[in-house]
């Protein structure tokens, strides 16, 4: 029996938070593994989401990685930690995926 099983890294998340606590750390990957959630199994874009700013390099990567379009606004009324990412899937035939072995 051979094991076909074949591991990519989408996204990398090193140098992105070498100021971050654990704690801060923890709750910024949560947010985007939940939105990423959110906007995998959701059939209609656009789709909305108030983030922490400090995510914005992380859904940037993910979303060229996965063939959307991220936005990014701030609140209303703003605050600095805070922005609105707006995920638009792209048509299926422009969703190209580079991947290196």
């Known amino acids: 029996m051979t094991d076909d099983t074949h591991y990519q890294l989408v996204v990398s998340f090193e140098g992105l938070f070498l100021a971050a606590t654990e704690e801060r750390a923890?709750?910024?990957g949560y947010e985007v593994g939940r939105?990423?959630?959110e906007v995998e199994t959701t059939d209609t874009t656009?789709?909305?989401r108030t983030v922490h700013t400090a995510n914005q390099e992380v859904f940037r990567r993910w979303s060229a990685a996965k063939g959307y379009t991220v936005d990014f606004a701030?609140?209303?009324p703003p605050y600095d930690e805070w922005?609105?990412?707006t995920f638009t899937a792209l048509p299926r035939g422009t969703r190209l995926r580079v991947v290196t072995s």
């Open 83 to 85: 922005c609105v990412a």
């Open 26 to 28: 923890f709750v910024l």
């Open 35 to 37: 939105t990423v959630l």
């Open 46 to 48: 656009p789709i909305e």
């Open 74 to 76: 701030p609140t209303d």
